[in-house]
C-alpha cells in the first residue's frame, strides 16, 4: 500500500507527536508499505525535503504573521486551503492509496485532499484540539479544573488568564475562535476513521463533539519500538553518577511545572531532581530552587538520545501535569525503559499507569510528593514497579502490535470505500 503521512511535526527536531508518527512511519514500511511524509512549515522559509532514517520530509512552507490569533488564522484557514491541493497533486502524483493525517494542522486539508481524490483518509487525534480552542481544556490556570465545554460564554473566561493585559481587545475575537473550532470538527467528521490514542481522548470525541456522531472512533495508542529505544537508551554511560529523580518536558503550566519543586522538597527527596526542558515557566522553577534550597539541575533541552540515557538511568520518573494529558511519550518511553513513576492523575495517564503495579498516580501535590518519597525510600517496590511498567508497554504499546491495529483500520476503510461529499465547506 502507498500511504501519505501528513503531519505536522517530524523527527530530528519534535515533541513527542513527531516521534510518535515517526514510529508509525517505521512501522508501517517495516511491514512493506511504502510511506510518503509531507509537514508544512507555517512561518518557515521554503526549504528542501530533508531526510530522516530513510525517509524524504517534504515542506510545505505558509505564510504565517507572528500576530496572536491572526497567526492562528493563517495556520489554519489559510493553511488548509494552500496546503489540500498541495496533497491532492502528491496523491495522483504519487499513486498514493490512503492518506494518514496527523495532527491539528494537516488533517482538514488531508481530508479536503482525500474527499477530492476519492481515496480513503485516517486522523489520528493526539490531543484535544477538536473540542478546545487551546487543545489543553484547561480555563482556570490556577487550580486543577477542566474546562466543561467550549461554549462563548467558557471561551470568555479562558482568554483573561492568557491575555491578562490585553483580554478585553481579545473578546470580539470569540466568534472567531467558534467558528474555527466548529470549523475543524466537521472537517474531522469527514474522515473514514478517526483514531483516538487514549481513553480520555475518545471520550472527549464521544461526548464533545456531536459531530463525530456518524464516524468510526477506534482507540489504538501511539506506537513505541521497545528494542529500538531500549538499544539507544543503552548506548552510552550513564550520565550521572549516583541516584536522581527525573522531569522531562516543556516546563508550562499545562505540564505541572509549578509543582516540581514544591513536590520534591515535600518529598524530603534525598537525590538530584534533573530537569530536562524549557519553557515559559524556567525562570519560576528556577526561583523556586533556590528558595527551596533542594538540589535541582535544570538541563534545557537535550539532543533525543542523551534525553533517553538520563531516562534510562533515573531511579524514578516525577510526572506532575497540570492538564489532562491525552498520552505522554515521556511516560509510555519510560516505562518501556523500567522507570518507576510518580504522576499525577489526569487524562490518558492511566491507560499508561497503573497504580500500584506500574506506578503510583495521585490527585493532590501533597500525595504526589508522598509517592515520591515512597518510592525514593522503598528501592525494592520502586523496582517492581519499573519492571512491570516494562512489561506492560511491550504488551499494549510495542510498536509491531500498534501498527498492526492501525493497518487493520486500514483495510476496513479501503474496504468500505471512502466517504463522499468531504471537499466542500472548508
Known amino acids: 500500500m502507498r500511504i501519505l503521512i501528513a503531519t505536522d511535526a ?10 510518535s508518527t515517526f514510529e508509525l512511519a517505521r512501522g508501517l514500511r517495516a511491514r512493506g508499505h511504502q510511506v510518503v511524509v509531507v509537514q508544512p512549515r507555517p512561518g518557515q522559509p521554503p526549504a528542501a525535503p530533508h531526510e530522516y532514517e530513510g525517509f524524504t520530509v517534504r515542506q510545505v512552507p505558509v505564510f504565517a504573521p507572528n500576530v496572536p490569533f491572526v497567526r492562528n488564522y493563517f495556520k489554519n484557514e489559510r493553511l488548509y486551503r494552500t496546503l489540500a491541493p498541495v496533497l491532492q497533486q502528491i496523491i495522483s502524483a504519487e499513486g498514493i492509496d490512503l492518506v494518514h493525517a496527523q495532527h491539528v494542522l494537516t488533517t ?4 479536503i485532499a482525500a474527499g477530492a481524490a476519492g481515496v480513503p483518509v485516517v486522523a489520528t487525534v493526539r490531543d484535544y484540539w477538536p473540542v478546545c480552542y487551546w487543545s489543553d481544556l484547561m480555563y ?20 483573561r488568564p ?11 475575537l470569540i466568534p472567531y475562535m467558534v467558528r ?8 474531522l467528521a469527514g474522515a473514514d476513521a478517526v483514531i483516538a490514542v487514549s481513553s480520555a481522548i475518545e471520550q472527549d470525541l464521544r461526548q464533545r463533539a456531536p459531530e463525530l456522531s456518524g464516524t468510526r472512533i477506534e482507540r489504538i495508542p501511539n506506537p513505541v519500538d521497545c528494542d529500538a529505544l531500549a538499544a539507544q537508551a543503552d548506548a552510552g554511560p550513564a550520565p550521572m553518577a549516583g541516584p536522581y529523580a527525573i522531569y522531562v518536558g516543556k516546563l508550562a503550566p499545562n505540564k505541572g511545572a509549578s ?30 530552587a533556590r528558595a527551596s534550597g533542594r538540589d535541582v539541575r535544570l538541563a534545557g533541552w537535550l539532543p533525543r ?36 513513576i510518580a504522576a499525577m492523575d489526569t487524562g490518558g495517564t492511566r491507560d499508561i499507569v497503573v497504580h500500584g503495579e506500574t506506578g503510583l498516580l495521585s490527585k493532590t501535590v501533597d500525595r504526589l510528593a508522598a509517592d515520591i518519597a515512597r518510592l525514593a525510600g522503598d528501592p525494592e ?41 468531504r471537499a466542500g465547506g472548508l
Open 162 to 172: 492568557r491575555a491578562p493585559r490585553a483580554w478585553p481587545l481579545a473578546l470580539p
Open 305 to 340: 538520545e542523551d534525553t533517553l540515557r538520563w531516562l534510562r538511568h533515573a531511579s524514578l520518573v516525577v510526572f506532575p501535569s497540570h492538564g489532562p494529558e491525552s498520552l505522554s511519550r515521556v511516560l509510555l518511553e519510560a516505562s518501556a525503559l523500567g522507570r518507576p
Open 381 to 421: 517496590v520502586a523496582r517492581r514497579f519499573g519492571e512491570a511498567a516494562r512489561r506492560l508497554v511491550r504488551d499494549r504499546f510495542d510498536a509491531p502490535r500498534v501498527v498492526a491495529r492501525i493497518e487493520a483500520v486500514y483495510d476496513a476503510v479501503r474496504r468500505d470505500g471512502p466517504k463522499g461529499g
Open 180 to 187: 474555527n473550532l466548529s470549523l475543524k470538527r466537521r472537517a
Open 10 to 19: 517530524f523527527p530530528p527536531r519534535c515533541g513527542g507527536s513527531g516521534w
Open 259 to 288: 509543582k516540581l519543586v514544591p513536590a520534591v522538597s515535600a518529598a524530603r527527596l534525598p537525590w538530584p531532581l534533573v530537569i530536562v526542558g524549557d519553557g515559559p515557566d524556567r525562570a519560576a522553577v528556577e526561583r523556586a
Open 108 to 111: 482538514p486539508p488531508s481530508i
Open 140 to 159: 482556570d490556570r490556577a487550580s486543577d479544573r477542566l474546562c466543561p465545554a467550549c461554549s462563548p460564554a467558557m471561551m470568555t473566561r479562558c482568554i
